[in-house]
């Protein structure tokens, strides 16, 4: 099992950076594949980023890559989120998300979530 704490969101003005972190908790947290999401108020969760459990491969969506950056460090049970060049639609809350099999975009395959932290990206 593993718990997932967020932090690192805050307001910043268009073409801006931030970079958020996923702290774990847990003896295992090297064995599991972390994913970043977002959710914008009257949307539903999407996918960001994610990494394997051995830092192998990440994956993006789209709308971020180039932007954005996904990495871990097991040895601090932790996993970033470097957010370059933002943009409004960037807002949204951020989630960091866990699961021992899967990684991919699908946010129902993870077993574990953080309470998230908001991101406002200012035009």
């Known amino acids: 099992q593993v718990q997932l704490v967020e932090s690192g969101g805050g307001l910043v003005q268009t073409g801006g950076s931030l970079s958020l972190l996923c702290a774990a908790s847990?003896?295992?947290?090297?064995?599991?594949?972390m994913g970043w999401f977002r959710q914008a108020p009257g949307k539903e969760r999407e996918f960001v980023a994610t990494i394997t459990w051995s830092s192998t491969s990440t994956y993006y969506a789209d709308s971020v890559k180039g932007r954005f950056t996904i990495s871990r460090d097991n040895a601090k049970n932790t996993v970033y989120l470097q957010m370059n060049s933002l943009k409004p639609d960037d807002t949204a809350v951020y989630y960091c998300a866990a699961d021992l099999h899967y990684v991919g975009p699908d946010p129902r395959n993870y077993g574990y979530w953080g309470q998230g932290t908001q991101v406002t990206v200012s035009s």
């Open positions: 847990g003896r295992t947290f090297s064995h599991y594949n």
